[in-house]
């Protein structure tokens, strides 16, 4: 799964975001799997994630229940996560290392910091994919604090005009950079979407351009 790569950095460097993906592989250990990725879905929950969703159903923050998105759940879910710090992540993987479910397991977040934490639990990746940046008509994208928000959906639900809008409302002081941060991870539904570092984003852009935001 690669569409969490993409995340861009140029706004706030590393940062402090993280997302997780599990799964079942599908045509090797897919059928029956519904129950072991509940106990995923449970297990991950217990690490107060900043986002939660089955990318399937939704999510905890497209306004789902954690017991309507369980009861959902079949065989190919796709559980999707964000943590905005990483001893919350490592406490996810730590959970997920000591169930030993068999499910796969995929980690987006900066490799340095990603890789130690695997070290410290005693966990060897299986594979590592990089992102190599971006190709052609750069001119063509949005401002930078616009693409950071934008590519924390790597499947594009949560559009650059609605960005703008927010950064618009917590300018004015119409919103909070908390509030605004929750709206735009309502529209993706895979909880990969950190709307911790989105309002930390918004927050910075309000400030450097002189809004007036109240929390």
């Known amino acids: 799964m690669t569409h969490t790569l993409h995340r861009s950095r140029d706004i706030d460097g590393l940062g402090e975001d993280f997302a997780i993906l599990v799964m079942a592989t599908q045509g090797f250990n897919d ?22 969703a089955d990318d399937n159903r939704g999510g905890r923050l ?16 796709y559980i ?8 919350r992540l490592k ?13 796969s397991v995929v980690v987006t977040g900066e490799y340095d ?10 966990l060897k990746p299986h594979t590592v994919n990089m992102s190599l940046g971006v190709f052609g008509k750069k001119e063509l994208l949005p401002d930078k ?5 934008a590519t924390m959906c790597g499947h594009q639900m949560v559009p650059n005009s609605r960005i703008e ?4 409302e917590v300018k004015s002081g119409r919103l909070s950079s908390v509030e605004a941060g929750l709206k735009l ?31």
Request: aromatic share 4%.
């Open 80 to 87: 999707g996560a964000a943590f905005s710090d990483r001893a």
């Open 185 to 215: 991870a309502a529209t993706c539904t895979c909880g990969i979407f950190n709307p911790v570092r989105a309002g930390r984003i918004l927050e910075k852009t309000c400030c450097q351009k002189g809004g007036n935001h109240v929390d």
């Open 31 to 52: 059928q029956g799997a519904a129950d072991k990725l509940r106990q995923v879905y449970r297990l991950v929950a217990e690490s107060e994630p900043d986002n939660l």
């Open 62 to 77: 497209t306004e789902l229940s954690d017991s309507e998105i369980l009861s959902q759940m079949g065989d190919k879910a």
């Open 165 to 168: 809008q927010l950064q618009t």
């Open 145 to 149: 604090e616009v693409l950071a928000v």
């Open 113 to 122: 910091v990603v890789f130690g934490i695997l070290k410290e639990l005693g």
């Open 91 to 103: 406490d996810a993987l730590a959970r997920l290392k000591q169930a030993d479910l068999g499910m």
